[in-house]
């Protein structure tokens, strides 16, 4: 593309670099113009086959080849981002009976909490589909053997050996119920150092890695928590039905669960059930 383009203006430059040069005031024969237009507009219009323009955002093709391309985690259509500061991304996981997702790339450690608890199967690129059993069964054929009870009340898991070792794969739901993770991502190297106490935390974390620690809170009909901060940035999920507030310089609405609120570090907030039942939520901290 660039180089018609060149070769175009290169040629008019020069011609009317020599039209000024030696006085010729004769104008350029108007066939000539439009060939160096044509040529600029092939050349503009020509990609090669079976890709898409680098600059431009892969999602909005509509020829895409789902089987092969690769987008990050974030960019995936059914990993849709909700919110994103720094290095902390939210991600709204949601894939319906017999849809699959985009094979994505996974690089920085994660943490779910998962709400919607359908049956599920992988595949990473280059391999074969496991877990989840075999996909759904048509039409008229027998239903598939009754999985096991999922935990009750939704709880955080975390996978962080994607900072070692990249995944990329693709998620197919094979079950009949719509499959869903409330999902923080941390893009950083983790800190191992900072105690509960000194990052301004209390309690005992139901989960703790290098690069998450999570709490959970339950409050009753309402109950208020005291303002308070943390030293590292807090992401805060609805677990349970309920309605309630997180309350800082920012308020968030809680009112279903997967509902979320974030507080960077040092900025103090609190959080308020103004529902008439128990309020179950996931404070998370996103350790760097």
């Not at 309920?242 to 103090?268: C, H, I, R, S, T």
Request: proline share 10%.
């Amino acid at each position: 593309m660039r180089n018609g383009s060149v070769l175009c203006s290169t040629w008019l430059m020069g011609s009317l670099a020599c039209r000024a040069a030696d006085g010729d005031t004769r104008r350029m024969p108007a066939l000539a113009i439009l060939g160096c237009l044509a040529l600029a507009a092939g050349a503009a219009s020509a990609q090669p086959s079976g890709t898409v323009p680098s600059s431009a955002d892969v999602r909005s093709s509509a020829t895409i080849d789902r089987d092969t391309v690769v987008v990050p985690v974030h960019h995936e259509p059914h990993h849709r981002q909700v919110f994103q500061y720094g290095t902390t991304r939210i991600l709204d996981l949601q894939i319906p009976p017999g849809e699959t997702s985009w094979f994505h790339s996974h690089d920085w450690p994660v943490l779910y909490m998962t709400l919607g608890r359908s049956a599920v199967r992988t595949q990473n690129l280059g391999g074969e589909w496991s877990g989840g059993g075999p996909p759904r069964p048509v039409a008229g054929a027998p239903p598939p053997a009754p999985r096991p009870a999922a935990p009750p009340g939704p709880r955080a898991t975390s996978t962080t050996s994607y900072i070692d070792k990249p995944v990329t794969h693709r998620i197919e739901n094979v079950g009949t119920g719509l499959f869903r993770a409330m999902v923080v991502v941390n893009e950083t190297r983790g800190d191992d150092a900072t105690s509960v106490e000194a990052a301004g935390f209390a309690g005992t974390p139901e989960l703790a890695n290098s690069w998450f620690r999570s709490y959970r809170i339950t409050l009753a009909p309402g109950e208020r928590t005291p303002p308070h901060k943390h030293h590292e940035p807090v992401v805060i999920f609805q677990a349970t039905d309920g309605k309630g507030m997180a309350a800082g310089p920012m308020k968030f609405e809680l009112n279903e669960p997967g509902q979320w609120a974030f507080y960077d570090a040092d900025v103090e907030h609190s959080v308020q059930n103004l529902g008439t039942a128990p309020l179950d939520l996931l404070e998370i901290e996103v350790r760097r």
